[in-house]
């Protein structure tokens, strides 16, 4: 008997779990709405919120994208940001976007790196994101790890940035040689 009760409340707890992540998730896609002003955002992005989501202004673009944010985990998208279409954002412990930044079409940010690939144990090592005031994220670039983008920086197409730091006016492009 005493099993049969623990397995119920795991049921039940199980479903409250669920209805406190669509909950979230439904706020999140409310925000998002609201911030880019487009009221057809839920059939045109994938979006799933476990963590929190703040949103301090104005958002533009965010078409065909996929936002992912895990239980426990943080982003925050201030003002005036600017994304293209297909950005792939997931977010496992912190990503801070800050003002005026233009992200370019079909970009991947993730703050974690993935280990042991290949395995069937694949895990995640939570990291984090900044990415400064009036940055530039070329089309196709891929941001992931412990990664700090100073204000003004440019970041060129096709870049694969992995825990890395970049000062203030740094421009970064790919070294197609190599």
């Known amino acids: 008997m005493y099993f049969i009760k623990i397995k119920i409340g795991k049921f039940f707890f199980n479903i409250f779990e669920k209805l406190i ?4 998730t439904l706020n999140g896609i409310l925000a998002l709405i609201y911030a880019t002003r487009n ?6 992005n994938s979006v799933i919120i476990k963590g929190d989501l703040k949103i301090k202004g104005r958002l533009f673009g965010l078409r065909y994208s996929h936002i992912q944010i ?21 977010c496992v412990n912190f990503i801070n976007i800050k003002k005026e930044v233009r992200i370019a079409p079909y970009c991947t940010i993730s703050d974690c790196e993935y280990l042991n690939l290949g395995s069937k144990e ?3 090592s939570p990291k984090s994101i900044f ?5 530039f994220l070329g089309t196709h670039s891929l941001i992931c790890g412990e990664t700090k983008i100073e204000p003004y920086s440019t970041i060129g197409p ?21």
């Open 21 to 24: 992540i669509l909950k979230k």
């Open 122 to 124: 694949v895990a995640l």
């Open 131 to 135: 990415i400064g005031e009036f940055s």
């Open 70 to 90: 895990e239980r426990n985990a943080k982003l925050i998208l201030n003002e005036n940001i600017h994304f293209s279409e297909g950005l792939s954002l997931r």
């Open 158 to 178: 096709f870049s694969n940035i992995r825990s890395k730091h970049f000062k203030e006016k740094s421009f970064y492009t790919r070294n197609y040689n190599q």
């Open 39 to 44: 009221p057809l955002f839920i059939f045109q």
